[in-house]
């Protein structure tokens, strides 16, 4: 996904020039791909539609920002800024039915596979969103994609909302890995006693599946 930063300055600001040169440098890096530099003096209409009060003022990929920031900052900002643009896309196309479209990003980006992973752990994700991701792990359950996040599964079983934490037992018996049958063996024997009963049947279920095979 593209950064697009508009940063809006005036003449006698000696704060402005530093992140002209800083936002400069990051798009020659390519860490930024459009940048717009605003002269609130020449755009009043600008300055007030945003209600900028101070300058330097940015926005970045639309969510605003003030004052002098290191290169640092402005990555740290640029990345969790991406993040949540990832989370906005997979909630926004699973809510108008757009399943394989969700899907093959998840296949193919790694930013979109962190994204699914903050939705899945985040009790206000909505419903529809959950049962979409849930069957995009049911379809990546045989690769290695879902690897790196085993650990994160087996975090998300101890989660206190209920439904985050049979979810995540459903995951990791779909795993089907050392780690995650051994967990799920774990909460069966020593977990939260609304989720034994839980763990005992996927226990059960991945064992058949593999007499099966």
Same mark, same amino acid.
Not at 9 to 12: A, D, E, T
Not at 102 to 110: G, L, P
Not at 189 to 195: A, P
């Given at each position: 996904m593209p950064n697009e930063v508009s940063l809006f300055?005036? *003449? &006698?600001c000696h704060v402005c020039p530093q992140m002209e040169r800083l936002f400069q440098d990051m798009q020659k890096n390519g860490a930024i791909s459009e940048l717009a530099i605003i002269d609130v003096t020449e755009h009043p209409e600008l300055a007030k539609q945003h209600d900028i009060r101070s300058v330097p003022f940015y926005l970045i990929n639309g969510v605003a920002f003030s004052g002098l920031k290191t290169a640092q900052?402005? #990555?740290?900002?640029? *990345?969790?800024? *991406?993040?949540?643009?990832w989370e906005r896309l997979i909630k926004q196309e699973l809510s108008d039915g757009q399943l394989q479209s969700?899907?093959?990003?998840? =296949?193919? =980006?790694?930013e979109a596979r962190d994204a699914m992973m903050s939705l899945l752990r985040d009790d *206000? #994700?909505?419903?529809?969103? =959950?049962? &979409?991701l849930t069957a995009i792990i049911e379809s990546l359950a045989e690769s290695s994609l879902l690897d790196p996040y085993e650990s994160i599964f087996i975090e998300m079983a101890e989660h206190a909302d209920e439904r985050i934490a049979v979810d995540a037992l459903y995951y990791l018996s779909?795993?089907?890995?050392?780690?995650?049958?051994a967990a799920l063996n774990a909460i069966a =024997?020593? &977990?939260?006693?609304?989720?034994r009963e839980h763990a005992r049947e996927l226990i059960e279920e991945s064992t058949s599946r593999q007499v099966l095979h």
């Open positions: 300055v005036m *003449q &006698g900052e402005i #990555t740290q900002l640029l *990345q969790q800024n *991406q993040a949540q643009k969700v899907e093959d990003t998840i =296949r193919s =980006r790694k *206000q #994700t909505e419903l529809v969103v =959950r049962i &979409g779909l795993l089907n890995s050392p780690a995650s049958l =024997r020593h &977990g939260k006693i609304e989720l």
